[in-house]
């Protein structure tokens, strides 16, 4: 059987068991086994699929039709310029997050040059997506760190630092909380997609992701803001003065997170919007 046939047949057999875009789906289990992008696979549709690779196509199909996200099922995913391997450990890098990490850097270029090195956190770091694009695409002098509560998801973040080549320019720490610093005033920029779901809401979620991605990653406490409140407070020990929070947050949550930032004393405190028109990243500055 050709590429092109078992291609054709996946994508039949995943849209009978409702898979999300089946063609795309069944496109990327064969670009992973052939080890191209899809972009390329267009050249190998009329080669012959080796028995060992319908096996695994076998597998992939069955695992995505049980309601595994695909991210999972290829165990890698894009994010920015990097691709980053993506497992149950952590919750699966999203493009909102990516433009989190632009306004990191707009805020860290600008800055640099008056503050020299900086010293970046990136709180409940998962896969490691927020830091690793810091570190590959940030052209001036940082200390950059990932702290994570979950040592799986740390030992995933340090694996792909492994694999990106950033292991160098990247630490990582267990860390609950942001109490464990030795010294106050030493941060830069603390930048986090945290757990923003609420309670309520978790159990209502997407299967594919209620019973699959880990629930300490999307479960922010019964209003959703549990980990702002927190982590503002602690901020306001560690970060330099000037220094300043970036996070994402729920598209209903940019009313509460302002009041909360305003109230722990941040300035300049800004709600923005993804592409889609929602609220979604919240950013304030320490006075100095």
């Known amino acids: 059987m050709t590429w092109r046939e078992t291609i054709a047949k996946a994508a039949s057999y995943m849209d009978a068991k409702s898979v999300p875009d089946s063609q795309t789906a069944a496109e990327l289990l064969a670009a992973r086994l052939l080890k191209c992008g899809r972009g390329l696979l267009a050249s190998r549709l009329d080669g012959q699929v080796p028995e060992r690779f319908l096996e695994a196509m076998r597998r992939g199909m069955r695992r995505l039709a049980a309601g595994e996200p695909l991210q999972y099922v290829l165990g890698e995913w894009d994010f920015r310029t990097l691709t980053l391997g993506c497992d149950r450990r952590a919750l699966i890098p999203r493009p909102e997050t990516e433009e989190l990490v632009t306004r990191v850097l707009g805020w860290l270029q600008a800055e640099a040059p008056r503050r020299g090195r900086m010293f970046v956190v990136d709180v409940g770091t998962g896969t490691g997506a927020i830091i690793l694009s810091i570190a590959k695409e940030f052209r001036g002098d940082a200390v950059l760190l990932g702290t994570d509560v979950s040592e799986e998801a740390l030992a995933l973040a340090a694996e792909n630092a492994r694999r990106t080549g950033l292991d160098g320019r990247v630490k990582f720490a267990a860390m609950d909380g942001l109490d464990d610093f030795d010294e106050p005033e030493m941060v830069d920029v603390i930048v986090s997609n945290p757990p923003y779901v609420t309670r309520e809401e978790c159990e209502r979620l997407d299967p594919r992701v209620r019973d699959f991605e880990p629930r300490l990653a999307l479960d922010g406490g019964v209003s959703g803001l549990d980990f702002y409140d927190r982590y503002l407070a602690d901020a306001l020990n560690i970060l330099k003065p000037g220094g300043a ?13 302002s009041r909360l930032m305003s109230g722990y004393g941040f300035a300049g405190v800004k709600i923005e919007k ?15």
């Open 245 to 257: 929070v970036f996070f994402e947050i729920g598209e209903s949550q940019g009313e509460a997170v």
């Open 274 to 288: 993804d592409f889609a028109g929602r609220d979604r990243y919240a950013s304030g500055v320490l006075p100095a």
